[in-house]
């Protein structure tokens, strides 16, 4: 496309998108029907079983189905062959039965399958449960699974993309209007318990409690995150509670900011749990806490700077703890009599997978798994003892080498604000000598970190360095990783001191060669989308940028999100009082001052930050004669995650960034 051209709404005839669509093919087509992007490792007690989630792709149609894997002499092997996809692979206390979840019944509502005695093939199904299943934990005896299960209008968090579990209509005519009224039955979350020996499924939670995540704590209590309503925003002041099989409730523990990872001692006698600053459920990095199950007294354990993203008991008196600190990934294990601390793991390699946190689990002698990976090493399931790693099997294939031929390197890197904080990122570069093209990529959150990814975790990473571009993935205040007083750093000054955070790392990479000052762009997700729209808005510098799923007008975004409550906290503004931040920071009352050309993109089905938010932007610019395009994919919610309607956004990414400061 050239400058000053329309934006096309078919792109698939054209040489851009045919060059997209090759990379992508000679990237995955070397893996359909095997699995990649696995998350999710679970290793027996006894470490002689290990299962992961995998995403599997015959094409590039759609989104791709997911299955549970084992590790079989080096090599991954399905666990079940029925249809479906399948997730959530946990085993039995003993090792003998592997419960995972499955939506095989009903495509996009999962239940509950088990397979016992280590046998692979079909698996029995348990009986369903109202809603779809989201998470599964047994009970430390062994006799009981508990699930946490979603209402099929349930909310889905940004990071899970949007929207609910289940669009409304549900075969519906096309005429049905959408309705937003009282809540419904719907949009709960409860939870359930399955007795392996008999078959019985009970409800555990009672009606008009809203139960986020749970673990047990013992064999006959639940530690749960609830909250008396269901509303997403609504997790954001939710407590950690106790729940008795006989639905009896007592709130044991309340906090300033949030909860998660909720989990008990196999004796019943401590409750652990984060404590973090988060801006996304499910996206937890803080502290960690022991509370004494009937007292309620609070031990904080120093884990020495690691934020707590994966909890897991291994006996009454060891909790294994999986992390980050600064870029690396940490795991470690807690002995509860005298709290000592032994780390098991430290790392610059990620240990999450595809998950978007560090994540581990333990074995009875204190090993632990994970999934390894970098930006240039593949994704590999390792076990991890005292005498060093052995790996179980890798997803390395013909595609991963060719990524790795076209994807250039990456090198971690720091550099200070202007207020003297020392500010962390990970830069990707091609081959040869700079200056390059620089792209700033912007995280999401803002509480959530770069780490040592495999494609940095976003797809048109790699892609714009195999055109010749170099991308810088900050880590500003208010990351993950650096602990609770960086984290909520940002709190209360979302596009304050961080907008400085991002320039001072240009102004870092220009004086060290790497950067082409002429040619600097963004591109961000989410907050990252906020954050493309702000910085344009308040240096000249840019010559392009790519908001997606942005929040730029946070009067609207009040009434419209459904995490409004969030944002106004997180920038301690009231929508209603002229003046807040709410009116100074929303990029779209400072339109005037962009001049940077602008490629606005959203989906339709965003409930986090809604289309309008692209398009009110998207309109002021062009009000004020500044290039700039809409993209709105009407099947995407919080992001775009589908194929082919991400080969048509990698495409405009690329079109968008080539025409306002090519390469070459």
């Excluded at 990379?23 to 027996?44: D, K, T, W």
């Excluded at 076990?383 to 990456?410: M, N």
């Excluded at 503004?573 to 990029?587: F, K």
């Amino acid at each position: 496309m050239g400058k000053g051209s329309a934006l096309p709404a078919d792109l698939r005839a054209t040489t851009q998108y045919r060059k997209v669509l090759e990379y992508l093919r000679a990237l995955h087509g070397p893996g359909f029907g095997r699995p990649m992007n696995i998350r999710e490792a679970q290793v027996s007690y006894d470490g002689a079983s290990a299962v992961v989630t995998a995403d599997v792709m015959a094409d590039l149609e759609g989104a791709p189905r997911t299955a549970v894997y084992t590790a079989v002499d080096g090599r991954f092997r399905p666990v079940s062959t029925g249809g479906g996809s399948a997730r959530s692979g946990r085993f039995s206390p003993d090792g003998r039965t592997l419960a995972f979840l499955s939506d095989r019944g009903e495509d996009g509502v999962y239940q509950l399958y088990l397979l016992v005695d280590g046998t692979l093939g079909e698996a029995e199904r348990a009986p369903a449960v109202p809603g779809t299943v989201e998470y599964l934990h047994w009970s430390p005896d062994g006799r009981r699974i508990l699930l946490g299960v979603a209402g099929l209008g349930a909310d889905l968090s940004g990071g899970q993309g949007s929207g609910t579990n289940r669009g409304s209509g549900g075969g519906a005519p096309a005429w049905f209007p959408k309705v937003d009224g009282d809540v419904a039955d719907e949009a709960w979350r409860s939870l359930w318990s399955y007795t392996v020996a008999t078959g019985a499924l009970e409800r555990v939670s009672p009606q008009g409690l809203n139960c986020w995540e749970a673990g047990w704590c013992g064999p006959d209590r639940i530690a749960a995150i609830t909250s008396d309503s269901p509303g997403e925003d609504d997790w954001y002041g939710a407590v950690l509670s106790l729940i008795g099989l006989d639905g009896a409730v007592r709130t044991v523990l309340d906090s300033e900011v949030q909860l998660g990872l909720p989990t008990g001692s196999p004796d019943g006698r401590w409750l652990s749990v984060a404590e973090a600053v988060c801006s996304d459920r499910w996206l937890v990095a803080g502290d960690l806490l022991l509370v004494d199950a009937d007292s309620g007294a609070v031990r904080r354990i120093d884990t020495a700077g690691t934020d707590v993203t994966r909890l897991e008991w291994i006996d009454a008196g060891r909790l294994g703890y999986v992390g980050v600190r600064h870029l690396d990934s940490v795991a470690g294990v807690v002995r509860t009599g005298d709290g000592r601390v032994t780390e098991a793991l430290s790392t610059a390699k990620s240990c999450g997978g595809t998950t978007f946190h560090p994540d581990g689990s333990f074995t009875a002698d204190g090993r632990v798994l994970t999934i390894q990976e970098s930006y240039e090493l593949p994704q590999q399931l390792v076990l991890t003892a005292a005498d060093g790693d052995q790996v179980l099997a890798s997803v390395a294939d013909p595609g991963t080498d060719y990524l790795r031929s076209v994807a250039g390197s990456a090198q971690a890197l720091s550099w200070s604000a202007p207020d003297g904080t020392e500010i962390e990122g990970i830069v990707c570069k091609p081959a040869g000598d700079g200056p390059f093209p620089l792209v700033v990529n912007i995280h999401g959150g803002p509480v959530w970190g770069f780490r040592d990814t495999w494609s940095m975790s976003y797809p048109w990473v790699p892609l714009l360095v195999s055109r010749g571009y170099a991308v810088l993935n900050p880590n500003p205040r208010g990351s993950s990783g650096r602990g609770q007083s960086f984290a909520g750093a940002v709190v209360g000054d979302m596009g304050g001191a961080d907008t400085h955070d991002y320039l001072s790392g240009i102004d870092a990479l220009v004086e060290r060669g790497i950067a082409d000052p002429a040619r600097i762009g963004l591109i961000g997700r989410s907050y990252g989308g906020f954050m493309s729209s702000w910085l344009v808005t308040q240096d000249t510098r840019f010559a392009a940028a790519v908001p997606l799923a942005p929040v730029t007008d946070w009067y609207s975004q009040s009434f419209t999100s459904n995490i409004a409550a969030w944002g106004n906290r997180f920038l301690d503004a009231d929508p209603e009082q002229p003046g807040t931040r709410a009116h100074t920071r929303s990029p779209v009352l400072h339109a005037g001052k962009t001049r940077t050309p602008c490629l606005n993109v959203a989906g339709a089905l965003d409930a986090c930050t809604p289309p309008g938010q692209a398009q009110e932007f998207h309109q002021a610019l062009r009000a004020r004669g500044v290039p700039s395009g809409l993209v709105i994919y009407p099947q995407e919610g919080h992001g775009v995650r589908a194929y082919p309607a991400q080969i048509d956004f990698l495409t405009r990414v690329l079109d968008w960034f080539e025409r306002y400061m090519p390469a070459v």
